[in-house]
């Protein structure tokens, strides 16, 4: 496959003048499948997007249902998985504090009719947005000594005592390992029926092997929720589109917030191919495991940063030595070029954490130019 550009956003001018700005903070992935570059052709005419898609996109939604195991009614559609959290979520913890009474006096009195429960390190927007909307979140603390993990006690303890929901991203952003199994998703959401269970899977694809994905399950527990995005394994974060499985109630009420033909024609002929690309999740796997080893050699070979495992486009790393994480994105900025640290929530914080986007050779040999003048 042909090596795409690299990826350039806005930045000071002098900087752009010598170099584009390197975003490595962002999760975009790098590669298309070669299917959608066919359907680019197809469409590089005058004519070529001059007319709607179909207005309800059945065509995408039967295909995710083949490759996701789940029916076409199950597919809640929408342009990004952002968009999905921002209308979805708080439309569920709503709806489940006006199913009770004693919900709803909780709410009134101490925020606590329907809790959001979360890993303590995890996708931030998720807990931020909803603390933003008056929600109550309760954080299970994960840490490195157990491979950020949940315990699935804990969670199910945790349930016991009040119906949540709880929010899970398999694998993590920012650890790049899976917090729950399928096993334990599977028997927690079956033992408790009355709390929602939210598994995010935008990187899901990015892992080696079967069986870790929960999309399956939708048709059959109706209290498991699981978000899919073309983003990142896909490389189309420029084309905006995302999707929910759900129960087939949950999808059609969701759509009808929104109007029709809500994905276009060009975005949905592009998910139908790359979703048909066999080779493309083999190869993307091999580039991404070829670009997590750089990175994490590269980083290694400076003392005092520990860098973990991952399964994801990125890479999570710490310094151990009591630096901390602003003073190399800082001097990175300066240069040009963009990492992720790691936000602190309520009591935790993460200052020595910094996380790396899987980039391209020539990108990840001129970051680590500017990490050896930075630590020197």
């Not at 952002?82 to 209308?87: S, V």
């Not at 919900?103 to 603390?131: C, D, E, N, Q």
């Not at 199910?156 to 929010?167: F, G, I, M, T, V």
């Not at 899987?358 to 990840?364: N, S």
């Amino acid at each position: 496959m042909e090596q795409p550009a690299p990826r350039s956003t806005d930045a000071r001018a002098h900087l752009q003048a010598v170099e584009p700005y390197l975003n490595l903070g962002l999760n975009d992935g790098t590669y298309m499948p070669e299917a959608c570059t066919q359907v680019l052709r197809d469409f590089a005419h005058t004519l070529g997007l001059r007319n709607y898609s179909t207005s309800d996109n059945r065509p995408l939604c039967e295909a995710i249902a083949r490759v996701d195991g789940c029916k076409a009614e199950n597919i809640f559609l929408h342009n990004g998985s952002g968009p999905i959290l921002k209308q979805v979520v708080p439309s569920i913890i709503r709806s489940q504090i006006k199913s009770s009474p004693l919900r709803v006096a909780r709410h009134l009195l101490w925020k606590t009719g329907f809790p959001i429960v979360a890993g303590s390190l995890t996708y931030g927007k998720v807990p931020v947005k909803a603390m933003e909307l008056g929600l109550r979140v309760e954080m299970i603390p994960v840490g490195a000594e157990d491979n950020f993990k949940l315990d699935a006690n804990k969670v199910d303890a945790h349930l016991q005592n009040r119906d949540s929901l709880l929010y899970v991203v398999n694998p993590n952003n920012p650890t790049g390992q899976p917090m729950l199994s399928r096993s334990e998703i599977q028997d927690l959401a079956t033992r408790h029926p009355r709390s929602v269970f939210w598994v995010d899977e935008a990187y899901i694809q990015y892992m080696e092997g079967t069986g870790h994905s929960v999309s399956d399950l939708v048709t059959s527990l109706p209290n498991l929720c699981v978000g899919r995005t073309f983003s990142f394994a896909y490389g189309m974060a420029g084309a905006r589109i995302g999707y929910l499985l759900c129960n087939a109630d949950m999808a059609r009420e969701q759509s009808k917030v929104l109007t029709d033909y809500r994905v276009g024609t060009l975005q949905e002929e592009l998910a139908i191919a790359a979703l048909g690309d066999a080779e493309h999740l083999p190869f993307l796997r091999k580039k991404t495991a070829e670009a997590r080893a750089e990175i994490t050699d590269g980083l290694r070979a400076h003392p005092g940063i520990e860098v973990f495992p991952s399964q994801a486009n990125f890479v999570l790393a710490r310094f151990t030595d009591g630096r901390k994480a602003k003073m190399l994105a800082d001097g990175l900025e300066a240069r040009g070029i963009h990492i992720k640290t790691i936000s602190p929530f309520g009591p935790y914080r993460f200052d020595e954490y910094f996380r790396i986007t899987t980039g391209l050779p020539a990108e990840h040999a001129r970051m680590f130019r500017a990490i050896a003048e930075i630590l020197a």
